[in-house]
């Protein structure tokens, strides 16, 4: 989902299944996921997604505001250029400049932040125990046993207390 969460419209097909599996592969969000996901619906919906790891429908996915349309299958890539076709009938200049004036609208410096931390949580949650035990569970069909302990993280909390 973090792919398409970067895209300005999303459209999914109904059997569509979504979900942001991270933590039940043993490793930390990715993407900017963490920024992009409560920005786009709320903080509640991001803890649920992200700390779950729920497999979702397209249905609910547009419930929750992640997707603005969702087709029967064999409609999908006609309903993306039907939009994108009415989007370039309109001026392109007027286009453009609205485009850039919501992208503008965007917390960047919030997004670039947390992608950096995310990738550097992921690069020490790669070297890992449960993301081998996260890969294998889905290899072999069967649920995680994952032997890690909760813990305060120590980059998370310098983060945490260079913003206090």
Known sequence: MGFAMACDIRIASS???????FV?????????STAVLPA?????????????GDLITAQEAQGLGLVLDVVEPDQLMAAATDLAARIA???????????QMLRLQMPWSQLEAAAELEAQEQAAYFKGPDIKEGLAA???KRAPRFTSQAAI??????????TR
């Open 40 to 52: 786009v619906t709320n903080h509640q919906v991001a803890c649920r997604l992200l700390l779950t």
């Open 138 to 140: 889905v290899r072999e």
């Open 153 to 162: 993280d120590p980059v998370l909390e310098r983060q945490h207390s260079s």
């Open 15 to 21: 059997n569509a299944k979504l979900s942001y599996n």
């Open 24 to 32: 039940k592969l043993g490793i930390t969000p990715g993407m900017a």
């Open 89 to 99: 009938a309109a001026a392109p200049a007027a286009v453009s400049a609205t485009l």
